[in-house]
């Protein structure tokens, strides 16, 4: 008799304090890799523009997020094995054919971004067939230059560290960098310090797309996060500002 009273005010207090029933501890797989303005891992420390975002999310609605850091591959089969709640960042384009048959849900934007093509202004409009080699970061497909890449017109030359591909473009080793616009400021400005040394080149092929949170677990909190993004767009847009990724 204990038990079924017991049971009965449990439901009781989902139905009267849904969010206080939903606070949890949730684990977030993040990319364990340098990216900032939009995130970064400095001695296992999580940090950038998507953290403060997400803690504020988390601080308002009663959540605790653990965020772990995982190599990109294993980022994704994390969230396919159950082995983490919450993948960030995710798109539905990417990996498609390694997610077709899982049941994912995402989130609306946490934040956009454009992925172009970085090159020395003295070559500031030239014609995309004046491109012969280009430099991106190893693991990621530049998709825009795919058909170029595939007819041979493009060579694709990869580097381990964003700093060192922007290097390679000052020094005229590669014709322009395919990376993430943003990134590529924040690299410039704050740890080459050389802001003016690469400019982003409207006029050749780039990819505007977002990052969003996945889940296979938890689609209610997916609807949460939306509702209160959607409620602190001030906030967003001021945090947006803040990180240069506008």
Avoid: C
């Avoid at 410039?188 to 003016?196: A, P, R, S, T, W």
């Avoid at 505007?208 to 939306?226: F, G, M, Q, R, W």
């Avoid at 409620?231 to 500002?241: A, E, G, P, R």
């Amino acid at each position: 008799m204990k038990t079924k009273i017991i049971l009965m005010m449990v439901s009781l207090l989902w139905f009267l304090f849904p969010s206080y029933a939903k606070s949890a501890e949730f684990v977030m797989g993040v990319e364990d890799i340098s990216y900032l303005p939009y995130y970064s891992v400095d001695n296992g420390e999580y940090n950038g523009y998507s953290r403060t975002l997400l803690d504020a999310f988390a601080r308002d609605k009663g959540h605790h997020i653990t965020y772990l850091p995982l190599p990109v591959e294993r980022l994704f089969h994390s969230l396919l094995n159950g082995s983490i709640d919450f993948k960030y960042p995710d798109n539905q384009e990417w990996r498609r054919e390694l997610k077709a048959n899982a049941d994912i849900h995402y989130s609306e934007p946490v934040a956009h971004f454009t992925d172009g093509v970085m090159v020395a202004p003295k070559r500031l409009q030239d014609p995309i067939d004046s491109f012969r080699r280009i430099g991106t970061i190893r693991g990621f497909t530049p998709w825009t230059l795919l058909d170029r890449v595939n007819s041979g017109k493009v060579v694709i030359s990869e580097n381990n560290s964003i700093s060192g591909l922007l290097r390679q473009v000052i020094a005229s080793r590669v014709d322009g960098a395919y990376i993430n616009i943003a990134v590529a400021r924040y690299q410039l400005k704050d740890i080459l310090g050389q802001k003016d040394a690469l400019i982003f080149d409207k006029n050749l092929p780039s990819t505007n797309a977002a990052y969003l949170v996945s889940t296979i677990k938890h689609p209610d909190i997916l609807l949460e996060l939306n509702a209160w993004m959607e409620k602190n767009k001030s906030f967003v847009s001021d945090l947006q500002k803040k990180f240069d990724i506008e």
